[in-house]
């Protein structure tokens, strides 16, 4: 019987052999693995790059970057400056943060004459309802553009666009008059009221608004409609149970824009609001700054850091949604 004999193979289940740990061993498994030893190239040694050449590749858009960035935040760190300083001049505010006191914000609330909390919930109230119903009403016009085929369905589109290239305060003696008008038949509608106001808002902002869902809209495959009608879905039920949750991000921007736009607006709100206690916090501010003798600006300053923090935070909460819902739309027109 012969013994079978090693073969030098690693039997099945049986351990590996240990590497070699001596300078010998070692130094031919480098050989083995060298690459000159082969014929392969080394890799080169990394050149440090010049300065010059960053600058041309990668230091222009770090210099264009601080430079922006610097250029937004100043006009606000004086604006906040200015908010805290008690001598309520801008001269003093030359220099930043040179003095702190809180004595601006107290006078802005204790002021009989200048209701600033009643004009900041004037302004919460008139922007909420205006960018709530500026998303339902456009999502709604996007919608029938997108999706149904009708008449004048083009001329509509085109009368959209046409309509926004002429500014709201074009037409302020028009809505003056058309409010007074109103006024006397309806008189919750007319020059005084707030409802108005936000009536003047929706007609100026559902045109630019509901083009630019329109696009977005596009972007939703018809597939999604075809199959919901398959099941019975109707018009409105696709709308509400499916279209509006695919559209998040591009309702979360013109909300957004039409809060913006509406919280900053002063020529318009100031024909229609006469009420002192009706205005909103654009109209009401501008009194602290428009009379020479009596010019509070750092009052002024301090009531405009408090309107700004609204905006910051509805910017924050729907910024997941800005970059996406405005890029989007412009794939597929």
Known sequence: MSIPQDSGRPRPGAPEAA?????LAAALAQQETDPLRWGE???????????????RELGW???????????????????????????????????????????NYVDLFNDPNRPFGRWFINTMVIGIVTS??????????????????????????????????????????????????????????????????ILVYLGGALGVNTYLMYGFFNTIPPSLDEAAKLDGASHARIFFSIILRLVTPILAVVALL????????????????TDPSAQTLAVGLYGYVSETRSENWGVFAAGAVLAAL?????????QRYIVSGLTAGGVKG
């Open 258 to 273: 039409s809060f913006i736009t509406t919280v900053s607006e002063f020529v318009i709100a100031s024909v229609v609001l």
């Open 310 to 318: 609204p905006v910051m935070a509805l910017f924050l909460f729907l």
């Open 41 to 55: 190239d080394p890799a080169p040694p990394r050149r440090r790059r010049s300065f010059g050449r960053w600058m």
């Open 19 to 23: 590497a070699p740990t001596s300078p």
């Open 61 to 103: 858009r770090h210099v264009v970057g601080v430079v922006a960035s610097a250029f937004a935040l100043f006009p606000l760190l004086y604006v906040l400056s200015a908010s805290l300083d008690p001598t309520g001049t801008m001269a003093s505010s030359n220099r930043l943060f040179s003095s702190f006191s809180g004595q």
């Open 132 to 197: 709530v119903m500026t998303v339902f009403l456009g999502a709604l016009a996007a919608y029938a553009f997108s999706r149904m085929r009708f008449t004048g369905r083009r001329v509509g589109l085109l009368t959209l666009l046409l309509v926004q290239m002429f500014p709201q305060l074009l037409a302020v003696v028009a809505i003056f008059l058309l409010l007074t008008y109103i006024g006397n038949l309806v008189p919750v509608l007319g020059i005084g009221s707030q409802l108005g106001l």
